[in-house]
């Protein structure tokens, strides 16, 4: 087990912490599927997530998003999720 860090101000790193982001990194580079459950995405988090699955040659990938009920999605977040959907199904990797 692991102390994973978050670097969002105002609270920075110390040396030889380590962040959550590195840690998801490193660990999607020994993957050949992936599954993640999450609350909430922005655009630019299912863009990078998308990078990561290319960059890596991900074979199967699973996205649940979740915890928009009250407050609704936000319509670019939506539209890139639909997209990104569409995307995986015909490459025939995954779903969100």
């Given at each position: 087990?692991?102390?994973?860090?978050?670097?969002?101000?105002?609270?920075?790193?110390?040396?030889?912490?380590?962040?959550?982001?590195?840690?998801?990194?490193e660990q999607i580079g020994s993957c050949d599927s992936v599954e993640i459950a999450v609350g909430y995405v922005s655009k630019a988090?299912?863009?990078?997530?998308?990078?990561?699955?290319?960059?890596?040659?991900?074979?199967?990938?699973?996205?649940?998003?979740?915890?928009?009920?009250?407050?609704?999605?936000?319509?670019?977040?939506?539209?890139?999720?639909?997209?990104?959907?569409?995307?995986?199904?015909?490459?025939?990797?995954?779903?969100?």
């Amino acid at each position: 087990m692991e102390l994973l860090y978050s670097n969002i101000l105002p609270v920075g790193l110390e040396d030889n912490q380590k962040t959550i982001q590195d840690c998801f990194n490193e660990q999607i580079g020994s993957c050949d599927s992936v599954e993640i459950a999450v609350g909430y995405v922005s655009k630019a988090s299912l863009e990078e997530l998308d990078s990561l699955v290319e960059q890596h040659h991900i074979r199967h990938i699973s996205l649940v998003i979740g915890m928009y009920y009250v407050e609704g999605m936000p319509e670019s977040s939506y539209h890139a999720a639909v997209a990104l959907n569409q995307k995986w199904r015909e490459a025939g990797i995954g779903e969100i």
